[in-house]
């Protein structure tokens, strides 16, 4: 008896898939593994999706670092108009308190003015209102000799003061004849606003 | 050991070599990245979620403003309307009004009493001064007319632009 070996030939090819099956068996669990990481990364997504509502709008199905720099994109965008936005509110509050501050400045005037009127004559030589700059009023306040005190000038500056004006005043008393008159310059130290 | 063979070590060894770097290169590398950029993105998001909410809520501040200024924006419209009624020449220069002039005592007060009841015109420049020299008028009955050497009252308005974002 011949002992022929008839696969002789065919050992190597076996060899051959016998490796390629193992290799094709030992990465099934890396692309299993490649596909959960895929899964994961789509369930952050829709959970940054739904944390986050205005950044929402800009996740879709790109790469990750595209959909950031789209979102760091927009928000040097959202911070530049914010700050744009804010400055035009600074603006208009300080245009508001200055606008209600002339107001009150020449407002207590009239006030002051149609208080005394019927007992002192009150005359206005100069009214200076610039922005940034410190107001000024010149005017001579008269009374008539009966009168120890100059009504109209008290209460003026004691109402600039009650307002929140800090004033500094320079002021001279004349006699003449029946009258007392007080000339008066009021500067309100409103440079800042 | 004979029995596994030399080969065969060599194939196991091969095969787990192919394996770890298989899962280094498809599964760890790619995991650490992909958390890294999650975490880049949801840091970024929040940022901008947060920058977000700051923008509304600075867009809503600016929109109140702009109602109250415009609810009173008529108060140029009358200001031109009584400086016109008192046949004062003044010059319009966009949101401004300025005025050069001698004015009797009764438009200057006029001037005055609108002003200071308003609450968008902001006076950027007021030099006024008394024509006469007044000691030498106080026992007189009439009070002298007043300079204006500059009158400039401007409307407090919101940048348009800026509004519409």
Same mark, same amino acid.
Request: charged letters at 25%; hydrophobic letters at 40%; glycine letters at 4%.
């Given at each position: 008896?011949?002992?022929?070996?008839?696969?002789?030939?065919?050992?190597?090819?076996?060899?051959?898939?016998?490796?390629?099956?193992?290799?094709?068996?030992?990465?099934?669990?890396?692309?299993?593994?490649?596909?959960?990481?895929?899964?994961?990364?789509?369930?952050?997504?829709?959970?940054?999706?739904?944390?986050?509502?205005?950044?929402?709008?800009?996740?879709?199905?790109?790469?990750?670092?595209?959909?950031?720099?789209?979102?760091?994109?927009?928000?040097?965008?959202?911070?530049?108009?914010?700050?744009?936005?804010?400055?035009?509110?600074?603006?208009?509050?300080?245009?508001?308190?200055?606008?209600?501050?002339?107001?009150?400045?020449?407002?207590?005037?009239?006030?002051?003015?149609?208080?005394?009127?019927?007992?002192?004559?009150?005359?206005?030589?100069?009214?200076?209102?610039?922005?940034?700059?410190?107001?000024?009023?010149?005017?001579?306040?008269?009374?008539?000799?009966?009168?120890?005190?100059?009504?109209?000038?008290?209460?003026?500056?004691?109402?600039?003061?009650?307002?929140?004006?800090?004033?500094?005043?320079?002021?001279?008393?004349?006699?003449?004849?029946?009258?007392?008159?007080?000339?008066?310059?009021?500067?309100?130290?409103?440079?800042?606003? | 050991?004979?029995?596994?063979?030399?080969?065969?070590?060599?194939?196991?060894?091969?095969?787990?070599?192919?394996?770890?770097?298989?899962?280094?290169?498809?599964?760890?590398?790619?995991?650490?990245?992909?958390?890294?950029?999650?975490?880049?993105?949801?840091?970024?998001?929040?940022?901008?979620?947060?920058?977000?909410?700051?923008?509304?809520?600075?867009?809503? $501040?600016?929109? /109140?403003?702009?109602? #109250?200024?415009?609810?009173?924006?008529?108060?140029? !419209?009358?200001?031109?309307?009584? *400086?016109?009624?008192?046949?004062?020449?003044?010059?319009?220069?966009?949101?401004?009004?300025?005025?050069?002039?001698?004015?009797?005592?009764?438009?200057?007060?006029?001037?005055?009493?609108?002003?200071?009841?308003?609450?968008?015109?902001?006076? $950027?420049?007021? /030099?006024?001064?008394? #024509?006469?020299?007044?000691?030498?008028?106080?026992? !007189?009955?009439?009070?002298?007319? *007043?300079?204006?050497?500059?009158?400039?009252?401007?409307?407090?308005?919101?940048?348009?632009?800026?509004?519409?974002?």
């Amino acid at each position: 008896m011949v002992d022929i070996n008839l696969y002789k030939k065919k050992k190597p090819k076996l060899k051959l898939t016998t490796v390629l099956v193992l290799i094709a068996i030992l990465l099934l669990p890396v692309l299993a593994l490649r596909l959960t990481i895929e899964t994961i990364k789509q369930t952050n997504l829709a959970e940054i999706k739904g944390k986050y509502q205005y950044a929402r709008t800009y996740i879709g199905d790109d790469d990750i670092e595209v959909i950031t720099s789209r979102i760091k994109s927009e928000n040097t965008k959202v911070v530049s108009q914010t700050n744009t936005i804010k400055a035009e509110i600074e603006r208009i509050k300080k245009d508001l308190v200055y606008a209600g501050l002339t107001s009150d400045f020449i407002n207590e005037l009239g006030i002051q003015f149609d208080r005394y009127k019927a007992n002192e004559k009150i005359f206005l030589e100069a009214m200076n209102i610039t922005r940034g700059k410190d107001f000024f009023l010149k005017y001579y306040n008269v009374n008539s000799k009966n009168f120890d005190n100059h009504q109209f000038s008290e209460e003026l500056k004691k109402a600039y003061e009650t307002n929140g004006l800090s004033l500094t005043t320079n002021q001279v008393t004349i006699d003449f004849m029946l009258v007392n008159i007080l000339q008066e310059e009021i500067t309100a130290k409103t440079a800042k606003y | 050991m004979n029995k596994i063979g030399v080969n065969r070590i060599w194939g196991i060894i091969i095969a787990l070599v192919i394996l770890i770097t298989a899962f280094v290169l498809f599964n760890l590398l790619t995991y650490l990245k992909m958390d890294r950029q999650i975490k880049d993105l949801e840091q970024t998001a929040m940022t901008y979620n947060t920058n977000y909410k700051i923008f509304l809520e600075a867009s809503g $501040n600016l929109r /109140d403003y702009n109602k #109250q200024v415009s609810e009173k924006a008529y108060e140029m !419209e009358e200001l031109e309307k009584m *400086m016109k009624m008192i046949v004062l020449n003044y010059r319009k220069n966009g949101s401004k009004i300025i005025f050069t002039g001698a004015v009797n005592p009764e438009q200057f007060s006029n001037i005055l009493n609108y002003i200071s009841n308003a609450k968008t015109l902001k006076i $950027n420049k007021l /030099d006024a001064q008394s #024509q006469a020299e007044l000691p030498l008028l106080i026992g !007189e009955s009439d009070t002298p007319d *007043m300079y204006i050497k500059e009158l400039e009252i401007e409307l407090i308005q919101i940048n348009d632009k800026i509004l519409e974002g």
